[in-house]
């Protein structure tokens, strides 16, 4: 098995591993910090060397931080991505709020900080807006970031969700360029494939972190029409790719697309994410790309 490589994410930088290990289901995964540091180790020593995590993401950055604790010299080892802006609400406040979006140079400088703290370390390789928000005000958001890089607090900076027009609106204010725009990529999901956002990024050779490639699980588990004609392919597929799973065949169409994304993984079964290093492997042709369009669409291309 070879290892996963590092890639160019942006002209400017940095390096990530092309496959990258989403970390927002961790609390779930009912580890002890020992068996969360074991996990990390195994996949780095795969070539998984980019974390993609959130402040919204529950527990997940404390308990990562407890992990990486226990083995600090892990951090040089490793790209730790985190994002900010979704502002959730606790139920028992007492008086009716709901979450929203923020991105004012208060809430992004206190996610940061907050962010680092429960990683326990002093610098994001990348920080990113995990959504878009209605009432940003970019000139408030580049003047923060600004002040992020000259602290040293984070590297990078990102989008996460963003539309080409959003995306161009926040680079038009910024002095350095965006590196990413993560966005949801899956043979269910086509939007940034059809509405510019793919193709506004291989304009500015930017990759996308491609995130949900599986759907959720709705891929398998969905009695609809169309997952059923989509596992149908899959499996064809699976056959005349030679694949061990067909997890591996939907990395494989997600990572053929001229975007180059890295792709997350969510899994936290080291067996499962070794499969998945074998949609490397896999030589996807032109056709079997389109068949599995056309299985989701349920309609040829013309």
């Not at 929203?100 to 703290?117: A, G």
């Not at 499969?275 to 040829?300: C, D, F, P, V």
Request: hydrophobic share 40%; glycine share 8%; aromatic share 8%.
């Amino acid at each position: 098995m070879s290892k996963v490589q590092k890639v160019l994410m942006a002209p400017q930088g940095p390096e990530f591993s092309q496959l990258v290990q989403g970390y927002w289901r961790l609390g779930a995964w009912k580890m002890s910090p020992q068996e969360r540091l074991t996990f990390l180790k195994q996949h780095v020593e795969l070539g998984i060397s980019t974390v993609d995590n959130a402040a919204i993401y529950g527990d997940s950055e404390q308990l990562f931080g407890e992990a990486l604790a226990l083995d600090p010299a892990m951090r040089e080892q490793i790209q730790i991505v985190s994002k900010f802006g979704i502002n959730g609400i606790p139920e028992a406040i007492g008086e009716k709020r709901v979450s929203h979006y923020d991105s004012s140079r208060s809430l992004i400088i206190s996610s940061t900080e907050n962010s680092l703290k429960r990683l326990g370390i002093e610098q994001l390789d990348a920080l990113l807006v995990h959504r878009p928000d209605f009432l940003m005000d970019v000139d408030v958001v580049a003047e923060t970031f600004a002040q992020l890089k000259a602290s040293g607090k984070v590297k990078h900076f990102g989008v996460s969700n963003f539309s080409a027009s959003q995306f161009e609106l926040l680079q038009s204010r910024l002095d350095e360029p965006l590196m990413t725009n993560q966005v949801e990529i899956n043979p269910i999901n086509f939007d940034v494939l059809e509405d510019g956002t793919t193709d506004q990024l291989q304009r500015l050779r930017i990759r996308p972190m491609a995130w949900s490639c599986l759907a959720g699980g709705s891929l398998f588990s969905s009695d609809t029409e169309q997952a059923r004609r989509l596992r149908g392919t899959l499996i064809e597929l699976q056959i005349e790719l030679g694949a061990t799973s067909i997890e591996q065949v939907i990395f494989a169409w997600v990572l053929k697309h001229p975007a180059n994304a890295v792709a997350l993984i969510g899994s936290g079964k080291i067996e499962r994410v070794k499969e998945t290093l074998g949609a490397l492997e896999l030589q996807m042709n032109t056709e079997q790309w389109y068949r599995i369009w056309t299985a989701s669409k349920g309609h040829g291309v013309a």
